[in-house]
Structures are given as C-alpha cells and as structure tokens.
C-alpha cells in the first residue's frame, strides 16, 4: 500500500496534501460535494518526533493567482505504538521579529495499530507582513518540534479550507508513465482514507489525488454487492502539479461507506489513459 509518508519520500522536493472534504468533523463545515477541480497545496518544510509524530506545513500558494494561506498536516505512522497522540499547529509571528504565536486550531491524531492516520488544520494567512512555520508535540511529552519558517509572494483568490478530522488511509492506486524520449515520464497516485478505524454506521470514505507532472484524476467508487458492480460516487477530480519538479494533491468529497459496502478508489493518467483502481475496503 502506497501511504502519504511513502508518497513524501518519491519526491525530490516534496509531496503536498490537503483535503477539500465534507461528512468528518470540519471547522465551519462544508458541503456534501467538492468541487471538480478543488484546491490544491505544495508542501513545504517539515519536522517529527523521534518515532512518532510529523508535521509538514502545505502552502495553497501554486501562482500569483491562489491564495497566500498555509495550513498544517499531522501524521502518525502505523508504527508507532498505539498509545501516541500528536497535536499539531500553525504558528505565526511577524516577519520583522520572531515573536511566535499560535495561529490555527490545534489537531489531535491518536495512534491507530497498522494504520497511517493524518489531520489537518484549517487556513491561515501567510502574506505580506507573517511568517509561519508547523509545529507537533506528542501526548505527555513537553517536546516540541517545529518546522523551518515559510514566508509567501503576495497572492489573490480564496481557497477551500483543507481542515481533517484524524482519517484513517485504507487503499491506494497509482498509475506511471514511463518516457524514453527527451520527455519526462510522471505519476499520479491516489490514497483513500476513512473517518473511522473500524467501517460501521456512519463511516465515511475521502480520497487523495496526487500528480507528478501529469494532468491526473481520480473518483471514489462503492458497491453493495460485493464488487460484482461499482458506482461512482464522487466527482470525478481533474489536476496537475504546477511544476515538473514538485508534487500537487487535491481531495475528493468523502462519502457514506456503511457496513456491507465496498469502496475503492480509481485513478487515471489522461496523457497514458491508463486507470487503476485501490480495490475494495
């Protein structure tokens, strides 16, 4: 299984995440639908905790026409024991000092046996005058790791919030297009996650698309028959990383997966149009 820390390592640079997502416990809500091409965010500097708990922090700024905000991405690998809890934040303070203060709501995400679990925090501005860095501390521990300061162009526009209650990632799909021309080859992947640890009433599904220089979608899919047909349930999502040497991620809606469902997510290069699918959870 392709899981986002393994997708941060494929990159030279780095990878990005956010999520445009409705149904899992969002500050200020959302709606029950993204939109077919929703925001995207680039990654920027990054910290952990020896052994358990990381931090990067994700910019919507791709061109001088989005938005200057950032937001931070806490992590728990599927490694660590199960009694870890990572908060993470957003801190700001001016460019002309280094004053620090917390600028975001903080994100709690407990630690799940075999599973990689992710949260985000909602926007903050990060133009002008600020800078901002993420920061991550573990459960009964007065350590703190933050990343490097990020200071943003000016940019315009307003981006969806990519707030993340603790999501839970199930299946992965990617598709490769290999070039041996002049030409570089590029990637896109596709994660699936869950807003519980276990599928029961209630649980719902949300999806990661990644691209690495090809234009790249992806739609979250379910059954009820236990795979012998497969419905869209999502938006198809439509995007591209802004530069041929980063990665760029947006997310689908998340959508009802109740017990006696499947779910699965599918991808497709449209340079290749070759199309993969996760399989069912």
Known sequence: MITISVLRSISVLAVAATAT???LVLSGGASSLAAANPSGFLLGPSASLPGSCYVGLMDSRLSGSTPADVAAEVIVSPLVRHTTTCT????RSFRSTTRWTVASAKVSVPAAAGLEVIANTGLVYDGQKYKARACVQAAGS???SCTSALILAP??????SPALSASYLRRSAYVVRISYTKAHGGACYAVMASSTTTKKTGTKVVSVLQSQREPCTAWI????NKGKT???VSPVVSFQDPSSSTFAVAFTAHYADNPGHLAQ???KDMVSKKVNCSGGW
């Open 142 to 144: 007065s350590a703190v």
């Open 265 to 267: 997510v599918c991808v």
């Open 155 to 160: 940019g315009s526009g307003t981006a969806t």
């Open 88 to 91: 993470g934040w957003v801190e």
């Open 230 to 232: 497969w419905t869209t």
């Open 221 to 224: 899919q379910t059954t009820a």
């Open 21 to 23: 997502a409705a149904g």
